[in-house]
């Protein structure tokens, strides 16, 4: 083998994978967290939930009200907390990035030692959303919109540790 062919390929391979691991420290995620308040209470439906109405119609309940919204910026691998109403506050830590999806740990917690009430690992597409719903609070259910979005451009592979 040429001795200047196996020089440019290791070359060329390390910078690929200096180029791979830059890239994956610097990724961010736009994290959003809607908590809205479902009840049977009236038939009130808070217009700025107009966007995600079909979806909250299928937790049938009368009303749907907005009752804290939060976004943070964070990077892949690390953790983020959101306070939810009830003592009650979500961890998120988007762990890869693959084929336009964004895995996300997402842990529900409670309490002042918290204690996990869910914990799950999950995927959605990148700039998507999904629904987690059935804490009883005030008379009513909260239901959480989990959105994620991830500066990265395709077809960039980015995964965390363990």
């Known amino acids: 083998m040429n001795m200047r062919y196996l ?24 994290i959003r967290v809607e908590t809205v308040l479902a009840t ?3 038939q009130e439906f808070d217009n700025r939930l107009t966007g995600m109405r079909s979806q909250l119609l299928a937790f049938r309940y009368s009303a749907y ?7 943070r910026k964070v990077e892949f691998g690390k953790q983020v907390n959101f306070s ?46 999904l629904f987690v719903g059935g804490r009883k609070h ?3 259910t909260l239901i959480i919109r989990i959105g994620a979005a991830a500066d990265t451009l395709p077809p960039t592979i980015i995964k965390t540790e363990e």
Not at 8 to 17: D, E, G, K, Q, R
Request: aromatic share 6%.
């Open 84 to 129: 939810l109403p009830g003592g009650r506050f979500l961890q998120v830590v988007p762990k890869e990035y693959v084929n336009e999806q964004i895995a996300l740990h997402v842990m529900l917690m409670e309490g002042a030692s918290p204690s996990p009430l869910m914990s799950t690992l999950l995927s959605i597409p990148n700039r998507g959303m």
């Open 7 to 30: 020089s440019f390929s290791v070359s060329a391979t390390l910078v690929f994978f200096l180029c791979i691991t830059s890239v994956a420290l610097g990724d961010m995620v736009h």
């Open 138 to 140: 005030q008379g009513g």
């Open 40 to 42: 049977d209470a009236s």
């Open 65 to 71: 009200r907005l009752v804290q919204e939060e976004r």
